[in-house]
């Protein structure tokens, strides 16, 4: 079921070998067959899909969040309802293209307030925090066909270990900026010869360095440079023999105090980001989804100090040069006192495993019930499907 908004108020490097979590931003890429492209960004810390996606046309925003509001005077809008917080410049003009959307009031199944349950949810798709030991983003890597060659698909993390969310059965390597010297030819040829009668070690050393030689010339020294980071994810995955399946993390969050400088300077890497992977991908983006997530939303009331506490649904954000996008994807509560969830917390309306699945099914061309049973086990809610153009 997909809603266009509504229902009660219908408004308007290092080459480190390993197979199993980094600082900011931290990535994953998988491999799969075929040309399509999925890039998961996992917002850690809880950002607030208030300020992301501002509900201005609701009769009490101004009542909740008049502190925030001239930050959103000239901001561009989305839906007649919403605003689009000032700093996504390139999130907007994906928007405008048709190329982005959002789906608010979303939260996972997790309902406490714990940043480490709550990933851990958003990571596995357990229905409770720790009951599921691999990732929802490795599982879909298994659900991928395998390429001509017959070979199976493959995972590849830029970082130091592997992030939940891609841990599983399906292989996995890691690569990573650093600012140690390049190992020299003799000593990687010494290294391959040590590893060539290793069955497990010596296709996980074969992966990695595939994955250095994609990686190239980045002359990274580490991924805090979000601009930079995006660039390097799209030269791992826009060519055919590239991964498939990608994963960034960026932290920082969690704005308990100062919230609106904090979240503009967020929102701004988050911008810088995807607007460069959008830029470097080219023709590859026409085939090529982005899904922006975090573990729960914020409190619908600035605290004392200006910033917001953990709450419970959020916004997520999808970009794609295949998405049906210019629009918002809402069942909205509300935020009236008795429309808030424990009298705090925007209320969930729609299941992100829902998104999450539906919108990587249909990217993938895979059977959407049958993948968010796989991805997600146990939800009652079917998959959202209607994301693709065509």
């Known amino acids: 079921m997909l809603h266009s908004l509504d229902r009660r108020r219908l408004l308007g490097g290092s080459l480190a070998l390993g197979a199993a979590s980094f600082a900011l931003p931290r990535m994953v890429f998988a491999r799969a067959a075929g040309d399509r492209n999925l890039l998961l960004v996992v917002l850690r810390g809880a950002a607030d899909g208030l300020a992301m996606l501002a509900p201005l046309g609701d009769p009490a925003y101004e009542q909740v969040r008049g502190f925030?509001?001239?930050?959103y005077e000239s901001a561009p809008k989305a839906g007649g309802f919403f605003a689009i917080h000032p700093a996504f410049q390139q999130v907007a003009a994906a928007y405008a293209e048709n190329q982005a959307l959002f789906v608010h009031a979303t939260a996972t199944a997790y309902r406490e307030r714990s940043h480490f349950d709550?990933?851990?949810?958003l990571e596995t798709g357990g229905t409770k925090p720790y009951a599921q030991r691999d990732g929802w983003l490795n599982r879909l890597v298994g659900m991928m066909p395998v390429d001509g060659s017959g070979?199976?698909?493959?995972a590849l993390a830029i970082a130091p270990t592997v992030p939940l969310a891609l841990r599983g059965e399906a292989p996995v390597s890691s690569y990573a900026p650093s600012s140690l010297p390049q190992a020299s030819d003799a000593f990687m040829e010494r290294v391959s010869l040590l590893y060539a009668e290793d069955a497990q070690l010596g296709q996980l050393w074969q992966r990695a360095l595939e994955t250095r030689e994609m990686a190239g010339g980045d002359n990274l020294r580490n991924?805090?440079?979000a601009r930079a980071a995006g660039e390097l994810a799209a030269s791992l995955m826009r060519e055919r023999g590239?991964?498939?399946i990608g994963m960034i993390e960026l932290s920082g969050w969690d704005?308990?105090?100062?919230?609106?400088?904090a979240f503009n300077r967020q929102a701004g890497q988050l911008d810088a980001l995807l607007g460069a992977y959008r830029a470097a991908m080219g023709p590859a983006w026409a085939s090529t989804l982005v899904l922006a997530v975090t573990e729960f939303g914020r409190t619908v009331r600035y605290n004392g100090t200006g910033g917001t506490d953990h709450g419970t649904a959020g916004a997520a954000l999808a970009m794609g040069g295949a998405l049906r996008g210019g629009r918002v994807i809402a069942d909205w509560p509300g935020l009236k006192d008795g429309e808030l969830y424990e009298g705090r917390d925007l209320r969930p309306t729609i299941a992100l495993e829902s998104v999450l699945a539906g919108a990587s099914a249909e990217h993938f061309g895979l059977d959407p019930e049958h993948t968010m049973a796989r991805l997600f086990p146990d939800r009652r809610a079917p998959a959202m499907t209607g994301f693709v153009a065509g």
Not at 68 to 71: A, E, H, M, N, S
Request: hydrophobic share 30%; charged share 25%.
């Open 68 to 71: 925030g509001l001239p930050d």
């Open 118 to 121: 709550g990933q851990n949810l």
């Open 151 to 154: 070979a199976a698909p493959k």
């Open 223 to 225: 991924l805090r440079d």
């Open 242 to 244: 590239g991964a498939r």
């Open 255 to 261: 704005s308990h105090a100062n919230q609106r400088n």
